[in-house]
């Protein structure tokens, strides 16, 4: 298994490319700008992209879909909540097999309705704009619901601390993590109350 972190734009985005070594397939994660990145690891790899995944579907996430889709004929999978165009639907615990990969789909709202984490071979977590390296994404914008996502958080921050983190930006102090590491030193996953939690981020905005 591969997994490739691409930065991309001047969002500090991540746009990610997760592969089967052996069988050279792979899916593309939450294509926006700088696609030529994408197409020239696909193709000097001779990796076939049999899916292109989005987190969620926020326009820094979904840029580049249609574009990679022309390009690749791979079709475009979210959540059942998302409201754009999508070719296949998931909901919470589904599974997306590529290759010999599995990829477990998290419904974790929050910063959107329709954010969700994969966790890939029970290895890794692509965490889209839930949990960054020491932060979590906004909860101010519509859509989005601090109470959700104190709950999503939770959720994530109890799963196996040796998980490595993919966040969907680039705001941490590195550019990956751990769940434990995380869970030990994000200030975010430590309220000791929901109470807590919603009303810092009331005051936070």
Not at 112 to 135: A, Q, R, Y
Request: aromatic share 8%; with cysteine; charged share 20%.
């Amino acid at each position: 298994m591969g997994i490739v972190q691409i930065p991309v734009g001047n969002m500090q985005n991540f746009s990610y490319i997760i592969y089967d070594e052996h069988d050279k397939v792979g899916v593309v994660i939450d294509p926006s700008w700088d696609l030529e990145k994408i197409f020239d690891f696909l193709q000097k790899n001779k990796i076939s992209a049999k899916y292109i995944i989005n987190t969620h579907t926020h326009f820094d996430h979904v840029l580049g879909n249609d574009q990679v889709a022309e390009i690749t004929s791979a079709p475009i999978i979210q959540h059942e909540k998302s409201t754009i165009k999508k070719d296949r639907s998931v909901r919470e615990g589904e599974i997306i097999n590529i290759g010999k990969m599995e990829l477990q789909v998290l419904h974790t709202p929050g910063h959107s309705e329709d954010s969700i984490c994969l966790i890939v071979n029970k290895e890794s977590i692509l965490t889209g704009d839930t949990l960054f390296v020491g932060n979590i994404g906004r909860v101010d914008l519509p859509g989005s619901s601090p109470d959700n996502m104190f709950d999503s958080l939770s959720r994530v921050s109890k799963l196996e601390g040796s998980l490595v983190v993919y966040p969907g930006h680039n705001y941490g102090i590195t550019p990956t993590s751990t769940i434990l590491n995380e869970r030990t030193n994000n200030p975010m996953l430590n309220f000791k109350s929901k109470e807590a939690f919603l009303k810092y981020m009331v005051n936070d905005e």
